[in-house]
């Protein structure tokens, strides 16, 4: 059954600088997969997507995420760190018709 | 953008009562979702729902969990009897009809969340 596993429950990065949350999935078919963002007491916003079309794929407030299916990831990244994206993100699989999350990871940025 | 709204946002309730956690999703969506989260943990599937029925349902969604779809735009879930474990963040969520080569893939549409919390 698809899952996908998020290595690391807090990331911390100085502002300004690169942001990398990991995410490797299990599927024996192709993965839909999908980035979602939690700010703080509010709901979750999808970020991304995967949908095949193109393995890299660029989602809202300048994140993008990279499918590589050699190494069964998903990585979720930003060339540069805000202090707004201070938040809890969650990498998410289609199984389904229902998406299944990974446990979160918590970033942290630091001034 | 349309949204996913839900109501209350935070409900405080006795161990043993029963509990109503409302949601209102996009117009034009056809699958139903509940989700929760535990603080601290991760967001857990508790059941799906389309044309009127129950599609999936996880362990977590016992025999003291109910979800209803009354009047064609409100998405509720009900809890009897509740436990002091059910304190957690409820989520509803839609999205369009699966099968679809255009929504096959389509995310789920969240709302912001019900606070639930059983004392």
């Known amino acids: 059954a698809q899952s996908v596993t998020q290595l690391g429950s807090h990331v911390s990065v100085s502002e300004g600088a690169l942001v990398l949350l990991r995410c490797n999935y299990s599927?024996?078919?192709?993965?839909?997969l999908f980035w979602y963002v939690q700010y703080p007491n509010q709901g979750l916003q999808l970020l991304l997507k995967y949908t095949s079309a193109a393995t890299l794929v660029k989602g809202i407030n300048g994140f993008e995420a990279e499918f590589k299916k050699s190494e069964t990831s998903f990585h979720l990244t930003k060339p540069s760190a805000h202090m707004r994206d201070a938040a809890e993100y969650f990498c998410a699989v289609n199984r389904d018709d229902k998406i299944i999350f990974g446990k979160g990871t918590r970033l942290h940025i630091l001034p | 953008e349309p949204e996913v709204t839900q109501t209350p946002s935070h409900q405080v309730t006795q161990m043993g009562q029963e509990v109503i956690l409302r949601c209102v999703p996009i117009?034009?969506?056809?699958?139903f979702y509940w989700y929760r989260q535990i603080l601290g943990q991760k967001v857990e599937f508790l059941v799906s729902?389309?044309?009127?029925?129950?599609?999936?349902k996880s362990e977590i969604f016992d025999d003291r969990f109910s979800v209803e779809r009354p009047d064609g735009s409100n998405f509720t879930l009900k809890i009897r009897s509740t436990k002091l474990e059910d304190s957690a963040m409820y989520f509803c969520a839609s999205k369009q009809r699966p099968g679809q080569a255009s929504s096959w893939n389509s995310p789920l549409h969240f709302g912001n969340g019900t606070r639930l919390t059983v004392t």
């Open positions: 117009s034009n969506h056809l699958y």
């Open positions: 729902f389309y044309n009127n029925e129950i599609s999936e």
């Open positions: 599927s024996s078919v192709p993965p839909y």
